[in-house]
């Protein structure tokens, strides 16, 4: 062909062979928006041949969360080395093979420029809409592959529908059927009163007279015949069902079955795992702390904890004061709650006095779960409440600090969720009663019946 008087040559170029293969086997390409990565690191590594695809943007968001104590921080440094270590020197603009780990390859996608411009459709040039303008530039780039966006966030997803590009929730970890969450109680009306009868004489019975099946560990039972009626559990260690009696802990009496079947699990010394599920009001954090408190001489220290959500990804370390003052406003509600306890007993009482000297000798402790990284904790009483609020990795890394004695109590209701990019089937409280079911070192219970006030039960069931 001649241009411009001199002869010119066209090239073609054949299509990679992997590129050809992609192609003919309809395999995906998955764009990652920053949200994914903060929520899982290892999300590149969950989409099996698929593609993955990470528009430079997100590396850009990922370097303002890479420095911090918070497990955003974490999962930011954690992606970022191992993009450093994969690459291993080489250019990210290309397809680099995740093999073995994962059967596709991942790129960085340096053009976030399209046709159809996502910062003048929305008029803002916000990093949304450049990683928008990126997964648009994949698709029409690769017009023979389905391209997807991969973002926890649902507003993002919605705009991507808008521009009629395929979007989607991360779905690794994710529990499918919240609504069949494992509650840990069962109510069994039979006509036999003879296991209600062998349960109260001799604290024991054998469960198949009313179970079909061999229960879940340590689940918990309501059985029932006319007026008479028992608490039970299964018991791992001996196959056996056994009574539950109604106990105090600390000044605090259980007020219904399930604050009896929560306090059993609690005090229970077999049990080292417990999670506690229910809605505003029915007593998780409070049964949690009295346990603690009547069974302290079993651990060398109590520790508290509740997620702090930060603020424009600033942890505590901004706020003004020590430590104690940073954490104080965020846990207020746990030191309401140790309130409330004391107030069972006269100011100068010693079990009064007891309880202020924990506090005050650091045996009893208040910590943000942002320093719990890295630590072993042994002979530690661990409540961490608010847990729906945690991830799924962060469940993991605190209940991986457990070193020996060391119970770990989780509390928390998964439909009332404060960060952002976690819902009822996402967040870590989900998770872990999903994963941990049948385990003998793990209890778990769903509290319904609100015992704060009629006031606060009128509320959770209208409003």
């Known amino acids: 062909m001649f241009f411009g008087g001199f002869l010119r040559q066209i090239i073609v170029i054949p299509m990679p062979k992997t590129i050809k293969k992609k192609l003919e086997n309809g395999t995906k390409i998955f764009v990652l928006d920053t949200s994914v990565i903060l929520y899982d690191h290892n999300a590149i590594l969950n989409f099996e041949e698929h593609d993955i695809a990470i528009p430079i943007t997100v590396l850009e968001e990922l370097d303002n969360f890479k420095k911090g104590n918070d497990t955003l921080n974490f999962e930011?440094?954690?992606?970022?080395?191992?993009?450093?270590?994969?690459?291993?020197?080489?250019?990210?603009?290309?397809?680099?093979?995740?093999?073995?780990?994962?059967?596709?390859?991942?790129?960085?996608?340096?053009?976030?420029?399209?046709?159809?411009?996502?910062?003048?459709?929305?008029?803002?040039?916000?990093?949304?809409?450049?990683?928008?303008?990126?997964?648009?530039?994949?698709?029409?780039?690769?017009?023979?592959?389905?391209?997807?966006?991969?973002?926890?966030?649902?507003?993002?997803?919605?705009?991507?529908?808008?521009?009629?590009?395929?979007?989607?929730?991360?779905?690794?970890?994710?529990?499918?059927?919240?609504?069949g969450l494992y509650k840990g109680i069962t109510l069994i009306e039979t006509g036999d009163s003879q296991i209600i009868d062998t349960l109260h004489h001799q604290g024991q019975a054998e469960p198949a007279p009313v179970l079909d099946s061999k229960p879940v560990a340590n689940h918990y039972f309501i059985i029932k015949n006319n007026k008479n009626s028992t608490l039970a559990y299964y018991n791992p260690e001996n196959n056996l069902l056994e009574r539950v009696e109604k106990t105090y802990a600390c000044g605090i009496k259980p007020k219904n079955a399930e604050q009896a079947f929560a306090m059993h699990a609690l005090m229970n010394d077999n049990i080292r795992l417990v999670s506690i599920q229910g809605v505003a009001g029915t007593g998780k954090t409070l049964l949690a702390l009295a346990?603690?408190?009547?069974?302290?001489?079993?651990?060398?220290?109590?520790?508290?904890?509740?997620?702090?959500?930060?603020?424009?990804?600033?942890?505590?370390?901004?706020?003004?004061?020590?430590?104690?003052?940073?954490?104080?406003?965020?846990?207020?509600?746990?030191?309401?709650?140790?309130?409330?306890?004391?107030?069972?007993?006269?100011?100068?009482?010693?079990?009064?006095?007891?309880?202020?000297?924990?506090?005050?000798?650091?045996?009893?402790?208040?910590?943000?779960?942002?320093?719990?990284?890295?630590?072993?904790?042994?002979?530690?009483?661990?409540?961490?409440?608010?847990?729906?609020?945690?991830?799924?990795?962060?469940?993991?890394?605190?209940?991986?600090?457990?070193?020996?004695?060391?119970?770990?109590?989780?509390?928390?209701?998964?439909?009332?969720?404060?960060?952002?990019?976690?819902?009822?089937?996402?967040?870590?409280?989900?998770?872990?009663?999903?994963?941990?079911?049948?385990?003998?070192?793990?209890?778990?219970?769903?509290?319904?019946?609100?015992e704060r006030s009629s006031l606060a039960n009128l509320a959770n069931s209208l409003l």
């Open 76 to 179: 930011a440094r954690e992606f970022i080395r191992f993009v450093d270590k994969v690459s291993n020197g080489t250019a990210l603009s290309g397809w680099i093979s995740l093999a073995p780990r994962a059967g596709g390859a991942f790129s960085v996608i340096m053009d976030e420029s399209s046709s159809l411009d996502a910062t003048k459709v929305f008029g803002d040039k916000k990093a949304d809409h450049k990683i928008l303008n990126a997964a648009l530039h994949m698709q029409e780039q690769y017009p023979g592959r389905k391209v997807v966006l991969v973002t926890k966030d649902v507003n993002l997803r919605l705009k991507a529908r808008s521009l009629n590009l395929n979007s989607e929730d991360y779905e690794t970890g994710k529990i499918k059927n919240v609504e």
């Open 291 to 450: 346990c603690a408190l009547e069974n302290r001489s079993a651990f060398r220290q109590i520790f508290l904890a509740r997620p702090i959500i930060p603020l424009n990804n600033k942890d505590i370390g901004y706020l003004p004061g020590d430590i104690k003052a940073k954490i104080n406003p965020y846990m207020e509600p746990l030191w309401d709650n140790l309130k409330f306890i004391q107030s069972q007993f006269k100011e100068t009482s010693k079990e009064n006095q007891r309880i202020k000297e924990l506090v005050d000798t650091e045996k009893l402790m208040v910590t943000p779960l942002a320093y719990i990284r890295g630590r072993s904790l042994s002979n530690i009483m661990f409540i961490v409440d608010e847990a729906q609020n945690l991830t799924p990795l962060e469940i993991k890394t605190i209940i991986t600090r457990a070193g020996e004695g060391t119970k770990i109590v989780f509390t928390g209701d998964i439909n009332q969720i404060d960060t952002p990019y976690l819902d009822a089937q996402s967040n870590g409280l989900s998770y872990l009663i999903d994963r941990m079911r049948n385990q003998p070192l793990y209890a778990h219970i769903t509290l319904e019946k609100g």
